[in-house]
């Protein structure tokens, strides 16, 4: 038998470095220490008899051998990611992951989870929140994106439904905040640090005058959203995070909803077959879309 050139962490420490050409920051990615990269990379260059890496003023570069390893390595690695993620999708004892973004999974998603769990009973889901970049394939299965980030060319993507946005209330206090469906020029405004522009992306999408810009800041919309159901104001909220409450009769949006030219897409690290398990979360997601593709209005 021929005899393997390295072990394969190696070369999967390699690769980190030779992506960031920065041990340290292979370190960080892989959560080791920068002294076992450095040990990875020495071995792989002892086994190939070559160095792969120029050391020069505490910084690595790659040399001509290390760059075309570098460019082999990571397509196989990625085949290797890939054929076992297909193989995984087709078990069907294996659960699927999802990560969504923490309000839209908080307000949108967990509530209609049973749902899914009764159409079916034969897949384990499991819900995990996140937001941003997101590393497929490492845990992570599926992942529910904003596309408001640069997205790895090599993710395979599905688009879900358009974002729109638009200003709420409680309802009772609607009378108080609204005039003529817009928000009074007096009212308090409520914004969130995760968005800190959806105001001003909402008066620019529908035509209206800037309007306060002051008002009480909370951390995340799901924070900026109680505070509109506790009375403290008017808060811009994406429809699907508060057409529960709307449908309810707790929040009030005089204003309606309007697209803000962002949208949802679902991640995956390759296509989706209908027939894998992936499949049938994605018909499921789509389905919610038809269901809620009219409602959250009032």
Same mark, same amino acid.
């Given at each position: *038998?021929? @005899?393997?050139?390295?072990?394969?962490?190696?070369?999967?420490?390699?690769?980190?470095?030779?992506?960031?050409?920065?041990?340290?920051?292979?370190?960080?990615?892989?959560?080791?220490?920068?002294?076992?990269? %450095?040990?990875?990379?020495?071995?792989?260059?002892?086994?190939?008899?070559?160095?792969?890496?120029? #050391?020069?003023?505490?910084?690595?570069?790659?040399?001509? %051998?290390?760059?075309?390893?570098?460019?082999?390595?990571?397509?196989?690695?990625? #085949? =290797?990611?890939?054929?076992?993620?297909?193989?995984?999708?087709?078990?069907?004892?294996?659960?699927?992951?999802?990560s969504c973004e923490p309000t839209l999974? *908080?307000?949108?998603?967990?509530?209609?989870?049973?749902?899914?769990?009764?159409?079916?009973?034969? +897949?384990?889901?499991?819900?995990?929140?996140?937001?941003?970049?997101?590393?497929?394939?490492?845990?992570?299965?599926?992942?529910? #994106?904003?596309?408001?980030?640069?997205?790895?060319?090599?993710?395979?993507?599905?688009?879900?439904?358009?974002?729109?946005?638009?200003?709420?209330?409680?309802?009772?206090?609607?009378?108080?905040?609204?005039?003529?469906? *817009?928000?009074?020029?007096?009212?308090?405004?409520?914004?969130?640090?995760?968005?800190?522009?959806?105001?001003?992306?909402?008066?620019?999408?529908?035509?209206?005058?800037?309007?306060?810009?002051?008002? @009480? *800041?909370?951390?995340?919309?799901?924070? %900026?959203?109680?505070?509109? =159901?506790?009375?403290?104001?008017?808060? +811009?909220?994406?429809?699907?995070?508060?057409?529960?409450? =709307?449908?309810?009769?707790?929040?009030?949006?005089?204003?309606?909803?309007?697209?803000?030219?962002?949208?949802?897409?679902?991640?995956?690290?390759?296509?989706?077959?209908?027939?894998? #398990?992936?499949?049938?979360?994605?018909?499921?997601?789509?389905?919610?879309?038809?269901?809620?593709?009219?409602?959250?209005?009032?």
């Open positions: *038998m021929r @005899q393997p050139v390295t072990s394969l962490p190696s070369l999967n420490c390699f690769r980190a470095a030779a992506e960031r050409e920065s041990f340290t920051d292979a370190a960080k990615q892989l959560n080791l220490t920068h002294g076992a990269i %450095s040990r990875a990379v020495r071995l792989l260059e002892e086994d190939l008899g070559t160095n792969l890496f120029e #050391r020069r003023n505490r910084r690595v570069f790659l040399t001509e %051998s290390g760059r075309e390893l570098a460019l082999a390595v990571a397509e196989g690695l990625d #085949r =290797i990611e890939l054929a076992i993620s297909r193989i995984k999708a087709r078990s069907e004892d294996t659960p699927v992951t999802l999974l *908080m307000r949108w998603l967990i509530p209609r989870l049973p749902g899914f769990q009764e159409r079916h009973p034969e +897949i384990e889901l499991n819900l995990v929140a996140g937001g941003g970049p997101v590393s497929l394939g490492g845990g992570i299965d599926l992942a529910i #994106r904003r596309n408001d980030f640069s997205i790895p060319d090599d993710f395979y993507q599905v688009p879900l439904f358009n974002e729109e946005t638009g200003p709420v209330c409680r309802t009772d206090l609607a009378p108080r905040y609204f005039e003529n469906g *817009m928000p009074k020029a007096d009212a308090p405004r409520l914004h969130t640090r995760t968005r800190p522009e959806a105001w001003a992306e909402w008066e620019n999408c529908n035509g209206v005058a800037p309007g306060e810009t002051s008002g @009480q *800041m909370f951390e995340h919309f799901y924070f %900026s959203l109680q505070g509109a =159901i506790a009375g403290l104001g008017v808060a +811009i909220a994406p429809r699907r995070h508060v057409q529960d409450d =709307i449908a309810s009769g707790l929040l009030a949006a005089p204003a309606g909803f309007t697209p803000d030219g962002s949208s949802y897409v679902l991640l995956s690290r390759h296509e989706i077959d209908p027939a894998e #398990r992936a499949g049938k979360v994605l018909a499921w997601l789509h389905s919610l879309d038809r269901i809620d593709g009219n409602v959250g209005e009032a």
